[in-house]
């Protein structure tokens, strides 16, 4: 089985912000890794959020982040 990530997804992640509490506005990849393992405890959000959430997880426990920051930098948002 083949997985292949959309690309328009992978760029909205990359810029997407956290819309509420104590890192609001933060880029997802800048967010801690113990407060995303803190979402996955308690349940991720439903939705598009949760949804990142949990891949920006998986991202940064495999040390990827660097991928999702040269995305964003190399594409800009318009």
Known sequence: MEIKPSKEKLLEMAHYRMPFGKYKDRYLVDLPLP????????????????????????????????????????????
């Not at 998986?58 to 594409?75: A, S």
């Open 35 to 78: 407060y995303l393992v803190w979402f996955r405890q308690k349940g991720f959000p439903a939705g598009k959020l949760g949804e990142y959430l949990t891949t920006m997880l998986d991202i940064k426990e495999n040390g990827l982040e660097p991928l999702i920051r040269k995305i964003r930098k190399e594409f800009p948002k318009e």
